[in-house]
């Protein structure tokens, strides 16, 4: 008899051994559902067909179903087995036995539940959702109408008027940087953009910024960056190397 | 005709004993003495001698309404002569039996409760999430609070004062002791012994 090809018939699995084996392997199966005890059972059925005990067969089947078992039991005590696993070979006994017994009377008790629901088979009660408790009536001290008049009043007052202030932007005009670049590259055929915005706010270096590009559009300069986030060059136009250009332009065309 | 005059001594507690009873149809689970007691405005052992009264007028075989301790208070029930004309008409609470996963599961919690979750499934050795879903639903356990933990730990359960009902307890205490119960594994301790003795060898 070859184990492998045993045929199973079980309320999770329906195939051969082997199949089945496969299927654990790559957790396609929960081996939880599995009921490792039908196994055993198709296994002796299929033994006792025979006349000549398969010893072969026997010790193969007993080797994969301790394996089977062993992958049951770490799958249920997934979080415990390294807790168990650092016991000596006693203690995890003696805390198995522990745990053995816990779950046996546990079962036993329900055991005394399932008779004791079943002597009490004829109670009959109402069941319901219980009656609401009446609401604590609340009194209110006694009210001056003079107090509640000075609180609507006090609501009624106009309110200050919110200041808006802190909203109005002040930043100089364009202008005022194409002045300031024109001079810089009346002085230097070349400068570093960066290098120019130092001390500025936020506001300020936007508004440079512009300035720049607007240079730019009317081809006062030239712009080039090595890579992006590096510092920006500008020059005068006419001033730069071919090769700056070229770049400058490829560049350009690219970002544009 | 003229009717004979008769000398009825009422009994004292009557006026307060029917007060209670008002109290018993009206409520929908076991009320406690001390609510009686509240509700009534009355002294506790006055309370408790005309709930005897009542026990005595409400008694199984003398009416069809039967006044019980249970779930830790008072509360009428339906006489058992009655219970098969009551199932013509209505349901139990738990009429469709419990699952073997189920009876294990509650009977964790009365037991150990309120535990969590994880804790009972690992007393049993498997998850126990649908199980304790189907008694939540039933009505026979309830969340009770949470495990400590910084993001709030797993919920607690414990079991209801239904579930005293549907078991006929007057309280939890009437459960059998834990250590009353066979849980002997000595067999089984051997066995364990042995096989770790031969790995430790």
């Known amino acids: 008899m070859i184990v492998r090809e045993l045929d199973l018939d079980l309320d999770a699995f329906e195939g051969p051994f082997d199949l089945l084996l496969t299927l654990v ?8 559902d599995i009921d ?18 398969d010893l072969d067969a026997c010790g193969e089947f007993l080797v994969l179903v301790a394996a089977l078992l062993e992958l049951k039991a770490r799958g249920l005590f997934e979080d415990e087995a390294a807790e168990l696993s650092e016991l000596e070979p006693e203690e995890a006994a003696e805390e198995l036995a522990r745990r053995l017994a816990e779950y046996r009377r546990m079962k036993e008790a329900a055991g005394w539940l399932a008779e004791r629901l079943s002597s009490e088979r004829d109670r009959f009660f109402r069941v319901g959702p219980a009656p609401f408790a009446p609401q604590p009536e609340r009194r209110l001290a006694q009210q001056d109408p003079e107090s509640l008049a000075n609180v609507v009043r006090l609501l009624a007052a106009e309110p ?5 202030a802190h909203m109005e932007l002040r930043f100089p005009p364009v202008a005022q940087f194409l002045e300031r670049f024109r001079a810089l590259l009346g002085r230097r055929s070349v400068f570093d953009f960066d290098s120019e915005l130092e001390g500025l706010s936020r506001a300020e270096q936007a508004i440079a910024f512009l300035a720049l590009l607007d240079l730019r559009r009317s081809d006062e300069i030239r712009i080039s960056q090595a890579a992006p986030f590096a510092p920006i060059r500008v020059s005068k136009v006419g001033q730069e190397s071919a090769a700056v250009n070229e770049r400058t332009n490829a560049w350009n065309v690219r970002s544009a | 005709m003229e009717r004979p005059l008769r000398l009825v001594t009422a009994n004292p507690l009557d006026q307060l004993a029917r007060t209670l009873e008002a109290l018993l149809v009206v409520a929908s689970a076991p009320l406690p003495v001390e609510e009686l007691v509240a509700a009534t405005e009355d002294d506790p052992e006055r309370v408790e001698l005309a709930l005897g009264l009542l026990g005595e007028r409400y008694h199984e075989g003398r009416s069809g309404i039967v006044l019980e301790s249970v779930a830790g208070g008072w509360a009428f029930r339906a006489s058992r002569d009655a219970a098969e004309a009551c199932g013509r008409l209505f349901e139990r609470p738990v009429q469709r039996g419990l699952s073997q ?7 964790i919690v009365a037991y150990l409760g309120p535990c969590t979750r994880p804790e009972i499934a690992r007393i049993r050795g498997v998850a126990a999430d649908s199980a304790v879903a189907g008694l939540v639903e039933r009505g026979l356990i309830t969340e009770a609070g949470r495990e400590d933990g910084a993001h709030g730990g797993a ?7 239904m579930f005293e009902r549907v078991f006929g307890l007057e309280s939890l205490s009437q459960l059998p002791r834990l250590d009353d119960l066979p849980g002997d594994v000595d067999d089984l301790r051997e066995r364990l012994h042995a096989v770790a003795e031969q790995r430790s060898a």
């Open chain 1, 25 to 32: 392997l790559k957790e396609e199966v929960d081996l939880a």
């Open chain 1, 36 to 53: 490792v005890a039908g196994i055993v059972v198709r296994f002796l059925e299929r033994l006792a067909e025979r006349d000549a005990l």
């Open chain 1, 160 to 164: 200050p008027a919110v200041s808006l």
């Open chain 2, 101 to 107: 996963a189920s009876l294990e599961t509650v009977a």
């Open chain 2, 155 to 161: 919920v607690k359960y414990k079991t209801t004062a």
